[in-house]
């Protein structure tokens, strides 16, 4: 299994700053995604972070809101720009290990004032 | 269209065995089912994982009959600590595609004393 950190663990931010979340993994991983989980939802998956190409977004989410990276097979930032109170959420990256398995960071609180 | 039906909660007693049931009528022929356990203010945990029949690890049973309709997850012997959310999902994520990451409303199980 794969174990990864997500940094910050929470945060707390006024509205119209951005926030970026660090994903480290601590092996090479080939696919990796961002989810969205509102309080008390299910997990909403935001995108596909690709290595060294352009992230790949779900319905609903747009590059210039969430700029994703991914400059290596261990490590992605996700932005969330320009928040506003419903950007609050927690955020979690997870990659996928063998046999179809995904595994999920902690997530990253976010409350956005 | 959600993929996967789920209960949304389910309340049950220590030492008991608990089953929770998933629905998932438009499963393909390559999908795999595998379920995960989300406690608060963490991210989803791997449980286990089948693609036909009898699965069966150190923590959970998971039955899936022949025509792969549904699958049943059990949990033998349930403490308070196994209270959480308990998703089903359905596919092969290495596709990329988002119908094959998405989380249904899991199912809440309440473990009482």
């Known amino acids: 299994s794969a174990v990864i950190s997500q940094k910050p663990s929470r945060d707390i931010c006024q509205r119209g700053t951005s926030l970026t979340i660090q994903c480290q993994v601590d092996?090479?991983?080939?696919?990796m995604f961002w989810y969205r989980q509102q309080p008390g939802q299910s997990l909403t998956l935001i995108a596909t972070?690709?290595?060294?190409?352009?992230?790949?977004?779900e319905s609903g989410f747009v590059i210039d809101k969430f700029p994703i990276s991914r400059p290596n097979l261990t490590f992605s930032t996700l932005t969330v720009s320009n928040m506003s109170p419903e950007d609050s959420s927690i955020y979690l990256c997870s990659v996928l290990g063998v046999q179809e398995t995904q595994y999920f960071g902690p997530g990253t609180r976010l409350l956005v004032l | 269209l959600a993929k996967t039906t789920q209960p949304i909660s389910m309340d049950s007693y220590e030492g008991q065995e608990v089953n929770i049931t998933c629905s998932h009528n438009n499963i393909a022929t390559n999908d795999y089912i595998t379920w995960y356990q989300q406690f608060p203010s963490q991210g989803p945990r791997f449980i286990i994982q089948g693609y036909k029949t009898k699965v069966t690890n150190e923590v959970a049973s998971l039955f899936i009959p022949a025509d792969r309709k549904s699958s049943t997850l059990s949990l033998p012997r349930v403490s308070l600590s196994d209270t959480a959310v308990y998703y089903c999902l359905v596919g092969r994520p290495s596709s990329g595609s988002a119908r094959q990451l998405t989380f249904g409303s899991g199912t809440q199980l309440t473990v009482l004393p």
């Open positions: 092996s090479q991983v080939t696919m």
């Open positions: 972070a690709n290595q060294g190409s352009e992230a790949t977004y």
